[in-house]
């Protein structure tokens, strides 16, 4: 049986989700944003332009894949962010959600219909 070893790079966040596209893995976290690592998970550097800034905090609470380069991610407080370059910068996609405090977030591959879950209700919006 193997043991489970501590990833050092995210010890100190609390991480709510992970999510690995393309080798990439992404890091969901209370109040610090997305951060993401290339190499296996050795290291982990914060992916967040257009997300947060360095002064607001940003509690990420789902990660999902639409496709190889583009990530859906839920926030508490500012809603959905869509990724089309693999993390690097991120844009509010919250056309028809009024309740920003999202839980989790799904994309349906086959319908492409996004699914976020709020206290107030589920949106459902077209992928476009």
Same mark, same amino acid.
């Given at each position: 049986?193997?043991?489970?070893?501590?990833?050092?790079?995210?010890?100190?966040?609390?991480?709510?989700?992970?999510? !690995?596209?393309?080798?990439?893995?992404?890091?969901? @976290?209370?109040?610090?944003?997305? %951060?993401?690592?290339?190499?296996?998970?050795?290291?982990?550097?914060?992916?967040?332009?257009?997300?947060?800034?360095?002064?607001?905090?940003?509690?990420?609470?789902?990660?999902?894949?639409?496709?190889?380069? !583009?990530?859906?991610?839920?926030?508490?407080?500012?809603?959905? %962010?869509?990724?089309?370059?693999?993390?690097?910068?991120?844009?509010? +996609?919250?056309?028809?959600? @009024?309740?920003?405090?999202?839980?989790?977030?799904? +994309?349906?591959?086959?319908?492409?219909?996004?699914?976020?879950?709020?206290?107030?209700?589920? +949106?459902?919006?077209?992928?476009?």
């Amino acid at each position: 049986m193997k043991r489970s070893i501590r990833i050092s790079g995210l010890d100190s966040l609390e991480v709510w989700d992970f999510a !690995t596209v393309n080798n990439i893995t992404y890091a969901g @976290t209370y109040a610090y944003g997305i %951060f993401k690592s290339l190499d296996d998970d050795l290291t982990w550097s914060a992916s967040n332009e257009g997300l947060r800034t360095e002064s607001e905090y940003v509690t990420v609470t789902s990660i999902t894949a639409v496709d190889a380069k !583009t990530i859906l991610c839920s926030t508490l407080g500012k809603g959905l %962010f869509i990724s089309k370059d693999s993390g690097s910068s991120w844009h509010g +996609y919250n056309g028809g959600i @009024t309740d920003e405090n999202l839980w989790t977030s799904f +994309y349906d591959h086959k319908s492409k219909i996004i699914f976020s879950a709020s206290p107030s209700g589920i +949106y459902k919006n077209k992928f476009r």
